[in-house]
């Protein structure tokens, strides 16, 4: 990586972290990284912890177009978003040393609450009832009535998000290469007065999926964006669609999407 120096560590800051990430730093540095504090002036940024932890750096990082971003694993195995096991020194070595990066692009989708604030998120978002009734979304498909959802809630996911939340509700796993958002349904009702498709369905990046709240009293759903719950809790329409953003990662000998689906499920 011979252009990108600026390197900022993404981490938690309690004491055991600390001790384990000190020789990070220092392997940095040995190998010419400038470690950064402010992350605005970094071009490649490092989380370490888990994927959850990965999650959290792109997002307070902003979802930063001109940076590279990696994960190490402390969990003592890789996993969807960490490449590099903390004791696996030498990999990174590797990686930090190669004049010829390629780099892999995670589509992101973006959110908009009410026409008035949007979010991106590289998992998913994530929307559920905060109260024991079912919860009722009309759903549209390019401004196009679809469905009248009644149930628990919805994920919308991206590609690399399809292997977190949308996986535990039987959703496919898609590969990042293609450039769509899937959807899925929280336990729908399906009987003879309500009927949803019942499938999670992948939608083109091209395309823009809108949910209605439909029930008065129901508008103070739990929403969630990866990790991380909105402090914004009512809500009329929702719009998501692809971001024009992507997360820039590291592609390495091992680490194809579909290696990574292997080593974390089979
Ligand atoms: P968490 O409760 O620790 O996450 C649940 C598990 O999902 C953890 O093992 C986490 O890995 C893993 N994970 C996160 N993103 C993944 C991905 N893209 N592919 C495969 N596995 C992934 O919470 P968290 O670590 O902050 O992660 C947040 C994510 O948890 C949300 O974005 C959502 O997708 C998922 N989630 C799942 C369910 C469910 O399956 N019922 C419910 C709520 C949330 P690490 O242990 O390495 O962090
Ligand atoms: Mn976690």
Redesign the pocket.
Known sequence: MPNRRNLYLYHKRDVETLEKVAPLYELASQYGFNVVKDFNTANIIVSIG????F?QAVRKTGFKEDSLYAGIST?GSL????DFNIDDTAKMIEAMTNEQIEVRRYPTIDVTLDDESTFSCL??FSIRSAIIKTFVLDVFIDQNYFETFRGDGMIVATP??S???TK?VNGSIVDPMLPCFQVSELASLNNNRYRTLGSSFILSGDRQLTLKVAQAGNDYPTMGM??EALSIQHVEKIDIKLSGKVIKTVKLKDNSFWEKVKR?FL
């Open positions: 888990g994927d959850g932890t999650l969990t996993s969807l978003y960490c998992n998913e690399t998000g292997t977190a939340y535990s990866d990790n974390t």
